[in-house]
């Protein structure tokens, strides 16, 4: 996608991702883009459920690597221009405090 090209248009994959899993443990994309490098960006919400949860009501470490990898993998998707010889890589931007 050099040069500037229009971003892919992943609307389809907003909210679970197309992954149920991530719904029913809290999560969902809500937007997605291209910076000026040609780098896929995506933003979700995780408010977690009681499934994403242990009896204490804390938020399993698991639960924060299946909403990273899918993230990772939708960004990684979306600024991809082809797989083919191509090296990526990913920059995570997590909120202060968000790991207790």
């Known amino acids: 996608m050099s040069?500037?090209?229009?971003?892919?248009?992943?609307?389809?994959?907003?909210?679970?991702?197309?992954?149920?899993?991530?719904a029913a443990v809290g999560g969902a994309f809500v937007a997605y883009g291209v910076d000026g490098e040609d780098l896929g960006w995506v933003a979700g919400t995780f408010t977690p459920e009681d499934l994403a949860c242990n009896p204490h009501g804390v938020t399993q470490a698991g639960v924060?690597?299946?909403?990273?990898?899918?993230?990772m993998n939708f960004a990684i998707n979306l600024g991809a221009a082809d797989w083919c010889g191509s090296w990526h890589?990913?920059?995570?931007?997590?909120?202060?405090?968000?790991f207790w």
Do not use: E, Y
Not at 3 to 22: E, Q, V
Not at 64 to 71: G, P, Q
Not at 89 to 98: C, D, E, L, R
């Open 89 to 98: 890589s990913t920059q995570f931007a997590v909120p202060k405090g968000w």
């Open 64 to 71: 924060h690597s299946l909403l990273l990898d899918a993230c």
């Open 3 to 22: 040069g500037g090209t229009t971003p892919k248009n992943m609307d389809r994959w907003l909210g679970d991702g197309g992954m149920p899993i991530i």
